[in-house]
C-alpha cells in the first residue's frame, strides 16, 4: 500500500472533520503522497488557507509535525461547499483537480439526524452526484472511495454488501428533481413521505446516494464504504484522540461529569462502534484494492460492475454490547477522574421509555431546575434545564440506535484484510476479531479525559480528580442514607397509620 500511494495525489472532501484530520495525517505520516486538495469551505472572515493553517497547532498533527516539521506544505486547499448546486468550486480549481487528481476520498457529509430534508439532500445526496461528474472528467483517476454509513439500510436488521432500492419510497433522480422545482419549505414537507420507514434525514439521504452512484458510476474505480459509529482513536496518531462530542460519546462523556444519570439504552443490543484509525485504515486499503481491480478489468477487458460496498462493523467474534460499552468506561471511574465533575459519576440503563421520563425528572430534571436557581441568586445565567432538555431530545434521535441489533455481513470486507500483506496488515491494522476492547477502553477513557474535559494528565492530576471523587462518593452516600432513610421513615409513618385505623374499626 505504501507503494501505491506513492507520489499520488488525493483530493478528500470533509477533510476538516474528525475522521477527515485522521485520513490525512496517516496518508503524511505513513505513505509518500506528493499532495493532497482538501475541500473547505469557506468561512466569514477566514480564508481557507488560514484555517489549514491553524493546524499545525491541534493534538492530531503533533506527532507528525515532530517527525517532518514541513509536512503540512502538502496539503493545498479547495475552496468549495458540498451544499453548493456546483460544490461551490470555481472552474481553474476544476482543471486543476481534473489534471492532477488519482485518489478521491468522499466523505463530507452532514450527519445531523434532525436535518431539514433539503439540506441533508443537498450535501449528502446531491453532492454525491456532483462528486462523480467532478470525478469523470479526472484524466488520471485510479480509485474513488464514497463514504457512507451502515445504517443506510436500517430499516431490515439483515444488512448484506448490497444495495436496497426497495426501501426507498421514490427513485434518487426524481427526488433530486423534485428538489430542484420545489422551494425548501415545500419539499421539507414532503419529507414524511419521502422519508418513509428510515428513522432520519440522515440514514435516508446516504441511502439515496447509493443508490446515485449505482446508477450512475459507469466505469468509475469507485467503492461504497459503510462504517458504523465511528468513535476515538485507539493507537493512532494519539491514543484516545476525540476533538469533539460525537454519537455515543456524549453518554460518556456526560457520565464522567457527573451530568447524566440515566439513559434509554438496550444493555443486550450491539454496539456497532469502531476506533477511527481503524476506519481510516480500512479507507485507504479499500482506494487500493479498488484501483487494482480497476486496473485488473481494464487489462482483461471486463466492463465494470456496480460499485463493490464494504460493511464495516464490529467482528461477531468479538462484539460489544451497549452494556459492555457503558460497563467498560465506568469501570475506569476512578482510574480517569474528570476534576470538574459536578457529581459522582453513575448512569442507569433503560429500555422502558416511561420509565427514562419519570427516572430523569428526578435524575436531571429536579437537580438541575435546584442548580439554575442557585446560578441565579449569583446573578449567573442558568443552563442546566437547557442542557438536559437538549440531551434528552438527542436521546430521543439516538434511541432507535441503542434499542436495535443489526446483523452484518462483511465478507468483501474480510477479503480485503485477508489479501493485505503481512507488513500492510501491521501498517494499517483494522482487523476488528483481534481488538482488545479492555485495552482500547482504557486508551479512550484516557484520551476522553484529555482532549475532551483537558484534564491534567499527569499523576498529580489524576489524584487531584480521584480526591475530588472522593468527596463526591460521600456526599453520594449520605444523600442516599437520607433519602432511604426519609423513605423508610414515610412507609413506617404510614404503616402505622393503617395499623391504628385498623384497630380503631375492630373495636
Given at each position: 500500500?505504501?507503494?501505491?500511494y506513492?507520489?499520488?495525489?488525493?483530493f478528500?472532501?470533509?477533510?476538516?472533520?474528525?475522521v477527515g484530520?485522521v485520513?490525512?495525517e496517516k496518508?503524511?505520516?505513513s505513505?509518500?503522497?506528493?499532495?493532497i486538495?482538501?475541500l473547505?469551505r469557506p468561512?466569514?472572515?477566514?480564508?481557507?488557507q488560514?484555517r489549514i493553517?491553524g493546524?499545525?497547532?491541534?493534538?492530531?498533527?503533533?506527532?507528525?509535525l515532530?517527525?517532518?516539521p514541513e509536512?503540512?506544505?502538502?496539503?493545498?486547499?479547495i475552496?468549495?461547499?458540498?451544499k453548493?448546486p456546483?460544490?461551490g468550486i470555481?472552474q481553474g480549481d476544476?482543471?486543476?483537480?481534473?489534471?492532477?487528481?488519482?485518489?478521491?476520498?468522499?466523505?463530507?457529509?452532514t450527519?445531523?439526524f434532525?436535518?431539514?430534508?433539503?439540506?441533508?439532500?443537498d450535501?449528502?445526496?446531491?453532492?454525491?452526484?456532483?462528486m462523480?461528474?467532478?470525478a469523470?472528467?479526472?484524466?488520471?483517476l485510479e480509485?474513488?472511495?464514497?463514504?457512507?454509513?451502515?445504517?443506510t439500510?436500517?430499516?431490515t436488521?439483515?444488512i448484506?454488501?448490497d444495495?436496497?432500492p426497495e426501501?426507498?419510497t421514490?427513485r434518487?433522480?426524481?427526488?433530486?428533481?423534485m428538489r430542484d422545482?420545489?422551494s425548501?419549505?415545500?419539499f421539507?414537507?414532503?419529507?414524511p413521505?419521502?422519508?418513509g420507514k428510515?428513522?432520519?434525514?440522515?440514514a435516508?439521504?446516504?441511502?439515496?446516494a447509493e443508490?446515485?452512484?449505482?446508477?450512475?458510476a459507469?466505469d468509475?474505480p469507485?467503492c461504497i464504504?459503510?462504517?458504523a459509529?465511528?468513535?476515538?482513536s485507539?493507537?493512532e496518531?494519539?491514543?484516545?484522540?476525540?476533538?469533539?462530542?460525537?454519537?455515543?460519546?456524549?453518554?460518556?462523556?456526560?457520565?464522567a461529569l457527573?451530568?447524566?444519570?440515566?439513559?434509554?439504552?438496550?444493555?443486550n443490543?450491539n454496539?456497532n462502534v469502531l476506533?477511527?484509525?481503524?476506519?481510516v485504515?480500512?479507507l485507504?486499503?479499500?482506494?487500493y484494492?479498488?484501483a487494482?481491480?480497476?486496473?485488473?478489468?481494464?487489462?482483461?477487458g471486463?466492463?465494470?460492475?456496480?460499485?463493490?460496498?464494504?460493511?464495516y462493523?464490529?467482528?461477531?467474534?468479538n462484539m460489544?454490547?451497549w452494556?459492555?460499552?457503558v460497563g467498560k468506561t465506568?469501570a475506569?471511574?476512578n482510574?480517569?477522574?474528570?476534576?470538574q465533575m459536578?457529581?459522582?459519576p453513575f448512569l442507569?440503563l433503560?429500555t422502558?421509555?416511561?420509565l427514562?421520563?419519570?427516572?430523569?425528572?428526578?435524575?436531571?430534571l429536579?437537580?438541575?431546575?435546584?442548580?439554575?436557581l442557585?446560578?441565579?441568586l449569583?446573578?449567573?445565567?442558568p443552563r442546566m434545564?437547557k442542557?438536559?432538555n437538549?440531551f434528552?431530545n438527542t436521546m430521543?434521535?439516538?434511541?432507535?440506535?441503542?434499542?436495535?441489533?443489526?446483523?452484518?455481513?462483511t465478507?468483501?470486507?474480510e477479503?480485503v484484510w485477508?489479501s493485505l500483506?503481512?507488513?500492510?496488515q501491521?501498517?494499517?491494522?483494522?482487523?476488528?476479531?483481534?481488538?482488545?476492547?479492555?485495552?482500547?477502553?482504557?486508551?479512550?477513557?484516557?484520551?476522553?479525559?484529555?482532549y475532551?474535559?483537558?484534564?491534567?494528565?499527569?499523576?498529580e492530576?489524576i489524584?487531584?480528580?480521584?480526591r475530588?471523587r472522593?468527596?463526591y462518593?460521600i456526599?453520594?452516600?449520605?444523600?442516599?442514607l437520607?433519602?432511604?432513610?426519609?423513605?423508610l421513615?414515610i412507609?413506617?409513618c404510614v404503616?402505622?397509620s393503617l395499623?391504628?385505623s385498623t384497630?380503631t374499626?375492630?373495636?
Open positions: 500500500m505504501e507503494g501505491f506513492k507520489n499520488k495525489t488525493i478528500i472532501t470533509g477533510g476538516s472533520g474528525f484530520k485520513t490525512i496518508l503524511l505520516r505513505t509518500d503522497v506528493k499532495r486538495y482538501v473547505i468561512k466569514k472572515g477566514q480564508e481557507v488560514d493553517a493546524w499545525k497547532d491541534e493534538v492530531v498533527f503533533s506527532q507528525l515532530k517527525e517532518k509536512i503540512l506544505e502538502r496539503i493545498v486547499p475552496s468549495g461547499d458540498c453548493e456546483d460544490l470555481s476544476r482543471e486543476l483537480l481534473a489534471r492532477e487528481v488519482q485518489v478521491v476520498v468522499h466523505g463530507a457529509a450527519v445531523r434532525t436535518e431539514p430534508l433539503h439540506l441533508a439532500l450535501v449528502n445526496t446531491r453532492a454525491a452526484r456532483l462523480l461528474e467532478l469523470k472528467s479526472m484524466t488520471q480509485a474513488f472511495v464514497h463514504v457512507s454509513t451502515a445504517f439500510n436500517c430499516v436488521d439483515h448484506k454488501e444495495y436496497y426501501h426507498l421514490c434518487a433522480d426524481k427526488v433530486l428533481a422545482t420545489l425548501d419549505e415545500l421539507d414537507k414532503m419529507a413521505v419521502l422519508v428510515y428513522p432520519n434525514t440522515y435516508y439521504t446516504k441511502a439515496l443508490e446515485v452512484l449505482q446508477k450512475e459507469g468509475l469507485l464504504y459503510r462504517p459509529i465511528i468513535v476515538t485507539y493507537k496518531p494519539v491514543e484516545g484522540w476525540i476533538d469533539n462530542v460525537y454519537g455515543p460519546t456524549i453518554l460518556l462523556y456526560g457520565t457527573g451530568y447524566l444519570r440515566i439513559t434509554p439504552l438496550n444493555t443490543a454496539a476506533p477511527v484509525d481503524y476506519c485504515n480500512l485507504l486499503a479499500l482506494a484494492r479498488t487494482e481491480e480497476s486496473a485488473n478489468r481494464k487489462l482483461e471486463i466492463s465494470a460492475p456496480p460499485p463493490t460496498i464494504y460493511n462493523v464490529p467482528s461477531k467474534k460489544l454490547t452494556g459492555g460499552f465506568a475506569l471511574a482510574v480517569f477522574p474528570f476534576e459536578i457529581w459522582l442507569q433503560t422502558n421509555i416511561w427514562f421520563k419519570v427516572l430523569s425528572t428526578f435524575y436531571h429536579v437537580p438541575g431546575f435546584l442548580m439554575d442557585a446560578l441565579r449569583k446573578g449567573q445565567e434545564i442542557m438536559y437538549k434528552h430521543h434521535v439516538l434511541e432507535f440506535f441503542g434499542a436495535n441489533t443489526w446483523h452484518f455481513d465478507g468483501n470486507t477479503s485477508e500483506t503481512p507488513e500492510d501491521e501498517l494499517y491494522p483494522f482487523d476488528m476479531s483481534t481488538l482488545d476492547w479492555d485495552d482500547y477502553f482504557y486508551r479512550s477513557t484516557g484520551g476522553m479525559r484529555v475532551l474535559g483537558k484534564g491534567d494528565p499527569s499523576p492530576g489524584k487531584r480528580a480521584q475530588v472522593a468527596r462518593l456526599l453520594h452516600r449520605l444523600l442516599q437520607v433519602l432511604y432513610g426519609g423513605s421513615a412507609l413506617g404503616f402505622k395499623l391504628r384497630h374499626h375492630t373495636h
